[in-house]
């Protein structure tokens, strides 16, 4: 039986925050190795925004992590112009059909960022901060998709950021031949714009606004955080507060996500570079 061996790059914009992401984005890519008895996957980490850390073109992976703050923090720094530079090169890299193509996932503020870069929506501050487990609306297009078809419409993930983005360009996207997959569901009592939750731009790139890596133990490391706490039962209640909570534990909500999203992602794009 031939031996694969599969190299994937994290790149790591919590900039030296303390965070839960890093640890179950490690973990997932371990668990993937024991999905497929041929292939090795390798991983290696990039601290892009603290340390300005970039990976080169030799990965076939890259999972671009989520993290604090502004997405527009980073313009006019070395380390934001290495990164779209390096997805210049793997979009060269894609567009040729005789190429081994570079698979990548954006997640919250990385997808952002891969807004700001393909143009494809603005980005802009959110009127209140997001915070929970909350549902999301599958578009037609994400109930057929393959990281989106095995969830329930809506499903539960968890949704934490200060931006968003919104009011998507549909020439734009017409132009990239990329899909909406997914939409953000508002209480009742908020007249804003919707915000994207998750876009393919093409078989091998797709970012989700949502963070499909959180595990019940990162959600209650942030839910145990007084001022976490106080986002949620300001904006929500505190009834919701403790439905959040008990989403956590519930297999058909955020654990459903966490084992199927990126899981799924990731089996994709190794069952096609085998194949090639």
């Known amino acids: 039986m031939t031996q694969y061996k599969i190299k994937t790059a994290i790149i790591d914009l919590y900039n030296n925050e303390r965070n839960e992401g890093m640890r179950c984005l490690k973990e997932i890519i371990s668990e993937s190795n024991k999905r497929f008895e041929n292939v090795t996957i390798y991983?290696?980490?990039?601290?892009?925004?603290y340390r300005g850390e970039i990976p080169d073109l030799s990965y076939d992976i890259y999972i671009s992590s989520g993290g604090p703050g502004d997405p527009f923090d980073g313009e006019g720094t070395k380390w934001e112009s290495d990164y779209f530079d390096l997805l210049d090169k793997i979009q060269t890299n894609n567009q040729?059909?005789?190429n081994r193509k570079k698979y990548v996932f954006f997640i919250c503020h990385s997808f952002q960022l891969m807004s700001r870069y393909f143009?494809?929506?603005e980005v802009t501050p959110r009127p209140k901060r997001s915070f929970?487990?909350?549902p999301i609306q599958r578009t037609e297009s994400g109930s057929i998709d393959p990281i989106l078809k095995q969830l329930s419409n809506p499903f539960y993930a968890a949704d934490f950021r200060q931006f968003q983005v919104v009011n998507p360009n549909?020439?734009?996207?017409?132009?990239?031949?990329?899909?909406i997959l997914a939409m953000e569901i508002l209480p009742d009592n908020e007249k804003i714009t919707p915000a994207l939750m998750a876009v393919r731009i093409s078989d091998e790139i797709v970012g989700t606004q949502f963070h499909p890596e959180a595990d019940p133990e990162s959600m209650m490391y942030h839910f145990k955080q007084p001022e976490r706490k106080k986002q949620v039962t300001e904006r929500y209640g505190e009834a919701m507060y403790y439905v959040m909570i008990s989403h956590?534990?519930?297999?058909?909500?955020?654990?459903?996500t966490r084992?199927?999203?990126?899981?799924?992602?990731?089996?994709n794009a190794i069952q096609s570079l085998i194949v090639r």
């Open 96 to 98: 040729n059909i005789s």
């Open 259 to 267: 084992k199927t999203v990126l899981p799924s992602f990731i089996d």
């Open 43 to 49: 991983y290696d980490v990039f601290d892009a925004r």
């Open 119 to 121: 143009k494809f929506a």
């Open 132 to 134: 929970g487990i909350l």
């Open 248 to 256: 956590i534990e519930q297999p058909e909500k955020i654990k459903l």
């Open 170 to 179: 549909l020439e734009r996207l017409k132009e990239l031949n990329a899909s």
